[in-house]
């Protein structure tokens, strides 16, 4: 049985509730917030507190607030030589409290406040400072379902800037598609099975291989009539970039004066 | 129990061949291709012909060849006032020949050659210029149990144009992720839950809402950071693209002298 103790309130400190309340393995010792309204709804179920003079022992404490907060935080803990974590992609190990046992525990997923999240669905990269406390926070992840992996900071500044790429800026393509669409007088509803299998083709294959469409065939004419459908100045420069972008990758780029 | 026969050999023309084949409420009469190499595996099950003049009767000729070769094979029929409809995203219905009963049913998704594809996760785009013919397509449709919905020219384009948007170039997105983590020795296989999930979010919840990140959120720190941290040029110019595509979209952007 891991003790555990969150610090926050937001999505991540949410949803990480959630899941160790469930896990046999885990117990909650306590959810702290510097303001209680947050997480007042949970005082029938755990010890919610807004003063960290309050915590109790617990095994692993769990920073999971913005990243800008994580090192002022770490400081303030009335304690030391504890196992204290944070949940951040971007943020070093080392702006921890350097009186703590320091970790990072980051969840590799995109949370929202309603959607569901199974944690079988979330890898969690593991950091530690002092190797021996790897496996406590291996073990607390695998209480939960997850898959993790050992992952340096450098790798995992590397995967947070990965995730904008195939997480805020694809959606931001499907935001692209839905104002393309809607403002057109077709449904955005008709891509949807589109964009699901688009995002499982690459379950299985790599994105190199799953490739088509125009740009990957240097289908010129189609180039060309899409360019001229577009109304809007700014879609057209994203169609350009990632059009030369694609060509790029495929080796279907021709030369070009720029 | 609607007669169909297929006019082309690539994977449109092969993945509705496998549905019809297992509908109950369709019979595939033939299978033309000028080359009979790629579509002789399948002799045994269907009639395979290459020359034109031996096409029997049918309720629904398909054309599924490529954009260039629609007009001409469809000129090309040794006969009149048939039902004959082809499967583009961006081919006007009137570029089929005029002596025929046009139509399209563009199937809405992408096809690759070894993904098993359920076709009710495939909508199917109808058009007819004889409005009589709008349910055999329709029925054909539901018989190999996809979604339909009546979609003009117009409309068709569109949603054309938005799918390079959601699928060819959001898989780029997905490589250049891929080209990121590889090159400084992060595994792209952590990403491939969170592309999932992004794609999953929209199929619920508008892109406008699902969006998150520091984009989004203005957090010029975050977005200074990886800015430098990123080492190819062209990923640059597309994380400055896309990150002022998502402050337009959400007003988050400052005044900027270009």
């Known amino acids: ?13 949410t949803h990480l509730y959630k899941a160790f309340s469930k896990s046999e393995n885990v ?10 309204k947050s997480i007042d709804i949970y005082k029938n179920e755990v010890d919610v507190i807004d003063n960290l003079n309050q915590l109790k022992d617990a095994d692993v404490y769990i920073l999971a607030v913005s990243d800008d907060a994580i090192s002022e935080l770490s400081s303030q803990l009335p304690f030391k030589d504890k196992l204290v974590v944070h949940t951040s992609g971007s943020v070093s190990v ?29 890898p969690i990269c593991i950091e530690t400072v002092d190797k021996p406390y790897y496996h406590t926070l291996k073990e607390l992840a695998i209480s939960i379902g997850s898959p993790t992996k050992k992952v340096n900071s450098e790798q995992r500044k590397v995967l947070h800037l990965a995730a904008v790429y195939v997480n805020n800026f694809t959606n931001q393509l499907y935001r692209i598609g839905h104002e393309i669409t809607e403002s057109e007088g077709a449904e955005f509803d008709l891509l949807k099975p589109l964009i699901l299998e688009t995002a499982k083709k690459v379950q299985e294959t790599s994105p190199y291989l799953a490739q088509t469409g125009p740009a990957k065939r240097n289908d010129q004419k189609t180039l060309k009539k899409q360019i001229k459908a577009l109304k809007n100045e700014h879609h057209k420069d994203i169609y350009n970039l990632l059009t030369e972008s694609i060509q790029r990758t495929h080796g279907s780029v021709r030369n070009k004066s720029k």
């Not at 117990?27 to 209680?36: A, D, E, K, M, P």
């Open 1 to 13: 049985m891991i003790s555990v103790t969150i610090l926050g309130a937001g999505n991540v400190a």
């Open 94 to 122: 080392h702006d921890l409290d350097k009186n703590q046992k320091r970790g990072v525990f980051y969840p590799l997923q995109t949370f929202s406040k309603t959607a569901q999240l199974d944690f079988k669905n979330v």
């Open 27 to 36: 117990s909650v010792v306590q959810w702290y917030n510097r303001s209680l």
